[in-house]
T-cell receptor, first 112, second 113 residues
Framework: DQQVKQNSPSLSVQEGRISILNCDYTNSMFDYFLWYKKYPAEGPTFLISISSIKDKNEDGRFTVFLNKSAKHLSLHIVPSQPGDSAVYFC???????????FGKGTRLSVIA | DTAVSQTPKYLVTQMGNDKSIKCEQNLGHDTMYWYKQDSKKFLKIMFS???????INETVPNRFSPKSPDKAHLNLHINSLELGDSAVYFC????????????FGSGTQLSVL
């Protein structure tokens, strides 16, 4: 039972363009959402997060949008750079001592 | 200085053996975790410890036994290894009230032959 779904296993984008990575969730108890970035042979590293009381959070080239009614969030990267090529994981947590639930990840390739 | 370090990075072993993976964090975090990334690429929580006490134990076979000698260390011991245990195991830590913001180690690739 996948509570966090990333339906696109891969995405290819030209350098300088916008990358949009999508994530859907099913558990309405989730109130905090995070994106992690993972390079090969390394652990995931935290990228950006958003609380359910907001619908947008921006950090430099990265913006996360949250649509609670649709149970959908997206990560926008503008402009995309070759160094952004990695696997991006969406994750969600509920209040209390609940662990992060991760999606399967989307592999982003930014082509120069 | 590596914040969350786990050893070994690669582990190749035969079925039936017992092996351990060690994890240490120097971030001063109270909570540590073991996650497993299987062949389908899902990252799933296995265990969580807070100040050396087990707080989350997902449906993991009891061949897996975590041990936390202090809040900076969380080791994973696996008995009687099976083929299906082959995966990448990630250690992570988080501060109290960190909203699940985890800091991961670089992973241990376990291959059971």
């Amino acid at each position: 039972d996948q509570q966090v779904k990333q339906n696109s296993p891969s995405l290819s984008v030209q350098e300088g363009r916008i990358s949009i990575l999508n994530c859907d969730y099913t558990n309405s108890m989730f109130d905090y959402f995070l994106w992690y970035k993972k390079y090969p042979a390394e652990g995931p590293t935290f990228l950006i997060s958003i609380s359910s009381i907001k619908d947008k959070n921006e950090d430099g080239r990265f913006t996360v949008f949250l649509n609670k009614s649709a149970k959908h969030l997206s990560l926008h990267i503008v402009p995309s750079q070759p160094g952004d090529s990695a696997v991006y994981f969406c994750a969600a947590s509920a209040r209390g001592n609940t662990p992060l639930v991760f999606g399967k990840g989307t592999r982003l390739s930014v082509i120069a | 200085d590596t914040a969350v370090s786990q050893t070994p990075k690669y582990l190749v072993t035969q079925m039936g053996n017992d092996k351990s993976i060690k994890c240490e964090q120097n971030l001063g975090h109270d909570t540590m975790y073991w996650y497993k990334q299987d062949s389908k690429k899902f990252l799933k929580i296995m265990f969580s410890y807070n100040n050396k006490e087990l707080i989350i134990n997902e449906t993991v076979p009891n061949r897996f036994s975590p041990k936390s000698p202090d809040k900076a260390h969380l080791n994973l011991h696996i008995n009687s290894l099976e083929l299906g245990d082959s995966a990448v195991y990630f250690c992570a830590s988080s501060p109290t009230g960190g909203h699940g913001k985890l800091f991961f180690g670089s992973g241990t690739q376990l291959s059971v032959l």
